[in-house]
């Protein structure tokens, strides 16, 4: 996951500083399809969070602008795949002018990625759109 959120050449002020986003463990774990997910022990390296499977993530978003967002968080995961993991029924969440919310995620091994789950680190990464005009992202 990535660390902080930046593109090049935009200035301060632009669509870049619309939202703050903020990466901690879950305040408490869960059960999910009658298995226990524990809140993650977080590890920064390098500009990327390091959790482990099945462990629950807490990813903040505030919206800093003076109008209402849609977002969506993607996961784009190491099979090549983009899955929408929030908000799952609808094409976008409206996150209103300085309003926080928060998404609870955890990451599982795709079962064809199995076999070399133990020797291999997987990588997922999450990316949040947020937009004005809203939008759906669903032809991503």
Same mark, same amino acid.
């Given at each position: 996951?990535?660390? #902080?959120?930046?593109?090049?050449?935009?200035?301060?002020?632009?669509?870049?500083?619309?939202?703050?986003?903020?990466?901690?463990?879950?305040?408490?774990?869960?059960?999910?399809?009658?298995?226990?997910?524990?809140?993650?022990?977080?590890?920064?390296?390098?500009?990327?969070?390091?959790?482990?499977?099945?462990?629950?993530?807490?990813?903040?978003?505030?919206?800093?602008?003076?109008?209402?967002?849609?977002?969506?968080?993607?996961?784009? #995961?190491?099979?090549?795949?983009?899955?929408?993991?929030?908000?799952?029924?609808?094409?976008?969440?409206?996150?209103?002018?300085? $309003?926080?919310? $928060?998404?609870?995620?955890?990451?599982?091994? #795709?079962?064809?990625?199995?076999?070399?789950?133990?020797?291999?680190?997987?990588?997922?990464?999450?990316?949040?759109? #947020?937009?004005?005009?809203?939008?759906?992202?669903?032809?991503?």
């Amino acid at each position: 996951m990535t660390k #902080a959120l930046a593109n090049l050449g935009v200035r301060p002020g632009t669509l870049s500083a619309l939202i703050l986003v903020r990466v901690d463990a879950a305040l408490e774990g869960m059960h999910s399809s009658g298995q226990w997910v524990p809140p993650a022990e977080i590890r920064e390296r390098n500009g990327t969070y390091e959790v482990s499977e099945m462990a629950l993530i807490r990813v903040l978003i505030k919206n800093h602008s003076g109008q209402s967002l849609g977002y969506v968080v993607l996961n784009c #995961a190491v099979e090549l795949s983009i899955e929408q993991l929030f908000p799952s029924h609808m094409p976008y969440y409206i996150l209103h002018e300085n $309003e926080t919310t $928060e998404v609870i995620v955890y990451m599982t091994v #795709a079962p064809e990625l199995r076999a070399s789950a133990e020797s291999v680190t997987y990588v997922d990464t999450l990316k949040i759109f #947020a937009c004005n005009p809203l939008k759906g992202l669903e032809s991503l």
